[in-house]
């Protein structure tokens, strides 16, 4: 089983940046894939963006241009960085990792406890 840590939420006004981590633990496997997905009050998780350990990168409509994910694979530490950040981007952000298969909609066998970002207009 993987533990995973997020931090780096917080509060930010429209058009800010932040920058969330994701630190891996526990499992000294290869993790096929890791991802980042979120979930409003009142709405359903949605897949935010997905990273292949070859490298390939997954991005939902909406963050494309604006958030870019990468990976430390010695680290084992995932990033999301955030920009020209919006009120629809608020939400509780989650780490995942090991997917059936790499993407927004696949099913992920380990989850983080979250990280809160808010932004306001």
């Known amino acids: 089983q993987v533990q995973l840590v997020e931090s780096g939420g917080g509060s930010v006004q429209a058009g800010g940046s932040l920058r969330l981590s994701c630190a891996a633990s526990g499992y000294t496997g290869s993790m096929n894939c890791m991802g980042w997905f979120r979930q409003a009050p009142g709405k359903e998780r949605e897949g935010v963006a997905a990273i292949a350990t070859v490298g390939l990168t997954y991005y939902t409509d909406s963050v494309k241009g604006r958030f870019t994910i990468s990976q430390d694979t010695a680290k084992r530490t995932l990033y999301l960085q955030m920009n020209s950040l919006k009120p629809e981007d608020t939400g509780m952000y989650y780490c995942?990792?090991?997917?059936?298969?790499?993407?927004?909609?696949?099913?992920?066998?380990?989850w983080g406890q979250g990280t809160q970002v808010t932004v306001s207009s």
């Open positions: 995942a990792a090991r997917a059936l298969y790499c993407g927004l909609r696949s099913w992920y066998s380990d």
